[in-house]
């Protein structure tokens, strides 16, 4: 069973940055595409960002292009994203997820890639 845990949320005023983190246990991550996703309550869940198996290649919204960076340390098991410049609608539920198959970087975007998600870290950015 994989169990994926994020931590880093928090409350931070517009213009700040968070860094969250997702360590993975009963599995490493070294051959698995995974992505953050966010969901605000009442909201749509939405794609934040993703990144490839080996690390090479990442993906963003549009809505946080250039301000979210993604990376991965697979010796510690480890996704992180790196939030700069927040906006008050960056404040969601912050979720990690890795995909359902090995060496697979397509569909990133798609929720129904994803077979196993943490349980979610709550950011709040206050205008």
């Known amino acids: 069973q994989v169990q994926l845990v994020e931590s880093g949320g928090g409350l931070v005023q517009a213009g700040g940055s968070l860094r969250l983190s997702c360590t993975a246990s009963?599995?490493?991550?070294?051959?698995?595409?995974m992505g953050w996703f966010r969901q605000d309550p009442g909201k749509e869940r939405e794609f934040v960002s993703s990144i490839s198996w080996r690390g090479s290649s990442a993906d963003y919204a549009d809505s946080v292009k250039g301000r979210f960076t993604i990376s991965r340390d697979n010796a510690k098991d480890t996704l992180y994203l790196q939030m700069d410049s927040l906006k008050p609608e960056d404040t969601a539920d912050y979720y990690c997820?890795?995909?359902?198959?090995?060496?697979?970087?397509?569909?990133?975007?798609?929720?129904?890639?994803?077979?196993?998600w943490g349980q979610g870290t709550r950011v709040t950015v206050s205008s």
């Open positions: 997820a890795i995909k359902r198959y090995t060496f697979d970087d397509t569909e990133r975007r798609l929720g129904r890639s994803y077979n196993y």
């Open positions: 009963g599995r490493t991550i070294s051959t698995y595409a």
